[in-house]
């Protein structure tokens, strides 16, 4: 009789598997790190007139948008779509052990992301926080991650289609960034502008601003924070609600 | 090492799999045979655990498939209609995964010499879509036995190979049953069932219609008129038989 294997040595396989994966993934790789980088660069004017935890927030919520638009729902998507996960499932593995792998691996990407843009920051742009700003910061980052691989889990609950979940994040991407960067600098209008700041692109944003400076952690951030867990929390249980293992799975 | 009693499947109002009851036994090759959409899939995938039946009683190697889950699939090896795999690792890092994934501790030298039984010593940092459909069936297969589980399921696993891949494959299979494994084999092809298999299930519209020998549902239909008109050569074949059970009407 075959015993089942243990979860430990079953999560760690996963977990080495899908790290090769993100790792030979170049073309979503770079994007999430060179996208932030470059915004930070062409931002030179901006750290002058909004400061640099301004600037740093704006760069690592665009990466946090790349990862789990581009990256995590178009990876899911396509593993649906090929099978991937119909064959991992026919294993004696629990079936959260397939996406807490995977989370795992975006978590990590978050940190290199967001480390990423405080070393550009710091070597090219001159920012520099107190070692608590950066502890904060990692953290944050991870939060207003969760939001963003929330509303990844959501798409690809809603389309079964990896085509069309493709196009759709590619849709959805391009919105949060041109509506959240020029909303925000109100290039947009007030109303566009308000609605942007309690957008899940807007509320990141603020607590990671906030995050990076200690003494600028107010009452709107505390507000800013609670919006985004209610987005990260909401995403989440409406993603995996929704979330079928095979395209043409029956409800 | 595998009983299915009863098995119901329903998609919406529609019934694919109705009262489906058979066994295997260990070093037994038990054939699924059926047309398009006439539930052996349905019945394969109920088994996988992959889909939860409207009722029934599914047991591998003693245990519940829908509530000892994890004990059922740690006995079973499955290769899938369609496998594929992260396209992004090679077939080295692939028998890694499912090595670790079934708790087998798997040495460099044993991963070797898994590579070189099924000739592909060479292969091992090649990703699996520049493998041959053949090689591609061939590391499905390692993967489906790389914990050495009694039962093995095999959907349509000869389909798109040449002959010489599939008369492997066919002697690997007949390795495993006389090893003392249980096969459950889908397949469309009567040749592979008539040469292979052990017994055969023909199943239509969900039902199991027959369930015997080849050689025994060959001569207990011999007679039969409609088994008669489908024989094209004269001598009734288990093609002729199914034919006849089934019908000659197209399957979408």
């Given at each position: 009789m075959q015993n089942i294997p243990p979860t430990s040595a079953i999560f760690t396989s996963l977990l080495r598997a899908d790290l090769i994966t993100q790792w030979r993934n170049r073309k979503s790789f770079m994007l999430i790190l060179i996208v932030p980088v470059v915004i930070l660069f062409s931002w030179k004017s901006v750290i002058d007139e909004r400061g640099g935890a301004f600037v740093l927030g704006t760069c690592i919520t665009l990466g946090l948008i790349t990862i789990g638009l581009m990256g995590y729902s178009n990876s899911v998507a396509r593993d649906r779509d090929k099978g991937i996960f119909q064959r991992l499932r026919v294993?004696?593995?629990?079936?959260?052990s397939i996406m807490t792998s995977r989370l795992v691996v975006q978590m990590l990407m978050i940190l290199l992301l967001t480390s990423t843009v405080f070393i550009a920051g710091f070597y090219f742009d001159h920012i520099s926080l107190s070692a608590g700003g950066y502890l904060l910061g990692y953290v944050t980052a991870l939060v207003g991650g969760a939001v963003y691989l929330g509303i990844g889990q959501m798409i690809v609950g809603l389309i079964k289609n990896a085509e069309t979940v493709h196009s759709t994040s590619r849709l959805v991407y391009f919105v949060f960034i041109m509506v959240g960067m020029f909303g925000e600098l109100g290039i947009l209008g007030t109303p566009i502008g308000n609605l942007v700041k309690w957008s899940p692109y807007g509320t990141v944003k603020h607590i990671l601003a906030s995050s990076f400076?200690?003494?600028?952690?107010d009452l709107s951030a505390t507000r800013a924070l609670l919006v985004t867990l209610g987005y990260a929390i909401i995403f989440s249980v409406l993603g995996i609600r929704w979330f079928k293992w095979t395209p043409s799975e029956k409800g | 090492m595998l009983e299915v009693i009863d098995l119901n499947v329903k998609y919406g109002d529609f019934?694919?799999?109705?009262?489906v009851s058979f066994s295997i036994q260990a070093g037994e090759i038990f054939g699924l045979l059926g047309p398009n959409g006439a539930g052996k899939t349905s019945s394969l995938s109920a088994v996988e655990g992959l889909l939860v039946p409207e009722s029934g009683s599914i047991r591998v190697a003693g245990f519940d498939?829908?509530?000892?889950a994890r004990h059922a699939r740690a006995n079973m090896g499955v290769q899938l209609q369609a496998t594929s795999f992260?396209?992004?690792?090679?077939i080295a890092e692939i028998i890694r995964l499912y090595a670790g994934i079934y708790g087998v501790i798997l040495t460099r030298e044993k991963l070797d010499s898994i590579l070189e039984n099924i000739n592909l010593r060479e292969a091992?940092?090649?990703?699996?879509?520049?493998?041959?459909g053949g090689q591609q069936q061939r590391v499905s297969l390692v993967i489906a036995l790389i914990h050495e589980p009694k039962l093995v399921l095999l959907d349509?696993?000869?389909?798109?190979?040449?002959p010489q891949a599939r008369r492997q494959l066919w002697e690997r299979i007949e390795a495993l049953r006389n090893q003392g494994h249980g096969i459950l084999l889908t397949t469309h092809s009567m040749e592979e069932a008539e040469s292979v298999c052990d017994r055969v299930a023909i199943i239509d519209h969900g039902q199991v219609i027959s369930t015997d020998t080849p050689q025994t549902l060959i001569d207990s239909h011999r007679n039969d008129p409609a088994v008669i008109r489908a024989s094209r050569k004269g001598k009734i074949t288990l093609e002729d038989v199914f034919i006849g059970l089934t019908g000659s009407r197209l399957r979408v």
């Open positions: 294993a004696p593995l629990p079936a959260w400076q200690s003494g600028s952690w | 019934q694919a799999v109705k009262n498939v829908k509530t000892q992260q396209p992004e690792l090679n091992g940092a090649k990703k699996f879509g520049q493998l041959s349509e696993p000869t389909t798109g190979l040449d």
